[in-house]
């Protein structure tokens, strides 16, 4: 292996800021930020510690097999013969679809692609899905029925720092992505920065003294602001009349289905006070190039888009962009803020259950011919669409009897976690690919350690659609493979004639060639072309010499008539609504110290020093009314379950609401809380809002005596 430095990308979030990894004689890495147009130089706290994870104590090593209810381990042909003879099984008596594949916004684009690959063409299941529907399904199909197309944003990030308004709505990047709020120091300076948050979060208060605006709404009255200000753009002729006429069709809809939002009924719903609300608009409409702005921006993340009415408070979203007149002009237009390292690329390559790879349907015959070709198959043999991740996963025990989990620990990280549990536990096989035993590792029949991030070559596709390469700098410890050379031999012992590369460069020009033609389009890059100049931006669409595409839109919107579809939206009520016996919302969300379920970095001890467990957040004015005091143990109770952790005391968060992250398991697991309902477009679970009761522990245990 290389001593020399190795250039590569952090193995957390989608900002995948650029690190170089040096290898220190004891063998550990030392981490060092990179210059990149997306990080600047800079790191987080999970960045800088990243490579502890690597060799944490109870790193996974060697294959596990469940005897007599303990994982043994075992080696390599033992554990895949069993897995073999296992699904062969199940899938004689109960047909192929009775082994489903859980995949993960975490993987390589090359894993993702294999993933996807090994479950219609090895497993010949159509259960396939993964835990990016978490993370922004719901902008995805927000994107793709108004713009044609799904690509996080539209533009480079570096486009943020020149634009003179940003509208963030649902997002923490203060906390999640804090490299990111450099590129913010514009607006924040010019007082440009409108954030919509329930919690005064670190980004909200970003706000602070440079004039921006913090609007705190009721949660799940997001859809309803936005309709308030779009209200007050088209009552005031503040929209771009001329690039709407030109641009869209069918904004008469989207103009009439405002009408009934004026601002004192807005405010009265949102509780986001009316003069707030006319100055959010005035700000955007000042920025907005029709009325001579230097160009604004509209971004949305998790925190509006993870509720069931998700898809439409992102159409909402999009259709203030395009009254603005911003998609498509300079340092302009909507993007999303995605969560995960690779959730971009991770369900551009196949696995989501409705898509094959270059974010082609499953159920267009075209692209079912173009893709059959490249793996060698006949058309018909590709199984149909699936379901979305919740459907999935509430199949288990039912219609699904084996599951593959790869890269995700969704017994913490899924919603209704407890209900999950019971169901895995019911399952007929279990094997997780992993690096570390997670809460869902721990109740496998088969456990196989792969190689992860710093151990294996690959490429990820950041936020902006930008693909980039992760590259070996270490071996991977003990007997761990890499996950595509498992896939490889697992779908031969399962018999499957077409061939599987091993090689991450060889996979990914095989991906390249089924991504050709589709609306993501990688059949220019390669792992040559991106090593040889890593700093050109290579957004993909990338067809051709692989230049890619950083900004999008400029031309037209990827519509066959190049014109954007707006949509009329109405806004929802949480599925889950406040009722006498749960008085309160819940919202959830992270800290800055831990990425996503936390497998990885509860076990950095830095970062568990940080932030050691879980904690529910609430105000002054409720905590005073309930009797709790800070520090004091809090039950939170919803209609699926409780948790149970200390209470932090603090007027950031709205007296109607409490907040909790969502990164540990135990009793203070908060997705034993969440709502499992889903967005009836994008199939997004309502994370983001549920009704709970919340009282001192000691009450919970007394009554419960
Ligand atoms: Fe950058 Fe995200 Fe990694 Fe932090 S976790 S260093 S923000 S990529």
Known sequence: MPATPTDTHCPYCALQCAMRLTPEADGHLTVAPREFPTNRGRLCQKGWTAAEVLTVPDRLTRPLVRRDGRLVPVSWDEALDEITARVTALQAEHGHDTVAVFGSGGLTNEKAYQLGKFARVALRTRHIDYNGRFCMSSAAAAGNRTLGIDRGLPFPLTDLAETQAVLLLGSNVADTMPP?????GGVRRSGGLVVVDPRRSATAALTDGGG?????????????????ILHLLVVGELADEEYLEARTTGWDAVRRSVAGWWPQRVAHVTGVPEPELRRAAQVLADAAPVHGGRGAMVLTGRGVEQHTGGTDTVSGAINLALALGLPGRPRSGYGCLTGQGNGQGGREHGQKCDQLPGYRSISDPDARRHVAAVWGVRPDDLPGAGVPAVELLDKLGGEVRALFVHGSNP????????GLRERLAALDLLVVCDVVPSETAELADVVLPVAQWAEEEGTMTNLEGRVLRRRRAVDPPGEVRDELVVLADLAARLGCAAPFAVDADEVFDELAAASAGGRADYSGLSHRLLDEAPEVARHWPAPGDGGGTPRLFGQGFAQPDGRARPVAVVPHRPAD????????????GRVLAHYQSGAQ????????????????????????????RDGEPVSVTSSRGTATAPARITSSTRPDTVFMPFHWSGPGSANTLTDDSTDPVSGMPAFKVCAVSVAPAATMMEESA
């Open 601 to 628: 970095t509860r076990r950095v001890p830095e970062l568990h020093r940080a932030a050691g467990g879980a904690f529910v957040e609430l105000h002054p004015q409720l905590a005073a009314g309930l009797g709790i």
């Open 577 to 588: 609504d406040l009722r006498p016996d749960a008085p309160v919302y819940l919202v959830t």
């Open 180 to 184: 990111l709020v450099q590129h913010l």
């Open 411 to 418: 017994v913490v990280s899924a919603p209704n976690a407890g």
């Open 212 to 228: 921006g605006l913090h609007l705190q709404p009721l949660p799940g009255t997001d859809l309803v602001l936005l309709l308030g």
